[in-house]
């Protein structure tokens, strides 16, 4: 698995550095500097993550443990709909724009929607597998080989965006653009009938370096920002339970 796009913090190591990015430490007073489409990045870094460790969480579940299977069954449900919010933000408000002002991607966007509704599909599919899974500890292995191949055929889907789509968007979006930026995301989420902005901003800042979630966080409204520490805490304490305290994972390094 690759490394996230945007750093991830743990308390034993230094921040991991963004895929193919130098690695140097930031002199104390320079400002982070803004990630386009950063809203998209987040995106595509909690789905590798998630898929990375929700096998693993499912291998250690133990006859008895009710409660812990209720609880990976509602995290994947979760994740699930965050990859289907995703999906219907490009394609419904991203993707049309991109078609309009660069018509040479058209083919790329049609194949990337074609995509989306097949990964859709396979989730839920998967959701039917992880649902049984949590019930039934002897079932748990298969299950865990099935999310981990599904994690391989939306890696391909998430490195074709961001190798091939993204770097032309630069070009279609203006630096301030608030299309593919987090406050937009959260727009989306709010609108939308799916997990709500609170669960959902805490589970993509979810190990992310302090320094670049502050600098998220000044690009939405004061009100997210005054609520995240409580969001962050409650996250937290309700996800710990399933892998451990907060911080502990860490993204591979290729």
């Known amino acids: 698995m ?13 921040a991991v550095p963004a895929q193919g990015a130098p690695t140097h430490e930031r002199v104390a007073d320079e400002e982070p500097q803004a990630v386009r489409f950063a809203g998209l990045r987040l995106v595509h870094s909690a789905l590798r993550r998630d898929l ?24 994947w449900t979760f ?14 408000r991203i993707w049309p724009i991109v078609r309009r002002f660069a018509p040479e991607l058209r083919l790329l966007l049609n194949w990337l929607e074609s995509d989306h509704h097949n990964l859709d ?3 839920t599919r998967v959701t039917t597998l992880v649902r049984i899974a949590s019930r039934d500890t002897g079932s748990v292995w298969p299950v865990a080989y099935a999310i981990e191949d599904l994690a391989a055929r939306l890696e391909t889907h998430l490195r074709i965006e ?31 009938e799916g997990p ?7 589970w993509l800042l979810d190990g992310v370096e302090p ?8 690009d939405c409204d004061d009100l997210v920002a005054r609520h995240w520490p409580h969001w962050q ?22």
């Open 52 to 75: 990375a460790r929700l096998p693993n969480a499912l291998r250690l579940l133990q006859p008895g443990e009710d409660e812990k299977g209720a609880a990976l069954l509602r995290h």
């Open 211 to 218: 320094a670049v979630v502050e600098r998220l966080l000044a």
């Open 196 to 202: 709500g902005s609170p669960d959902a901003l805490a």
């Open 121 to 123: 599909h396979s989730f």
């Open 162 to 192: 961001e190798r091939q789509l993204l770097p032309r968007m630069e070009g279609v979006f203006a630096d301030n653009s608030r299309v593919g930026s987090l406050p937009e995301l959260l727009d989306v989420l709010h609108s939308a």
């Open 233 to 254: 805490a409650t996250y937290q304490r309700c996800t710990a339970p399933l892998w451990g305290a907060p911080g502990a994972w860490e993204a591979p390094v290729d």
């Open 2 to 14: 690759p490394s996230h796009l945007l750093p991830v913090a743990s308390p034993a190591s230094p």
């Open 79 to 92: 994740v699930t709909a965050m990859l289907t919010c995703h999906h219907e933000q490009q394609d419904t």
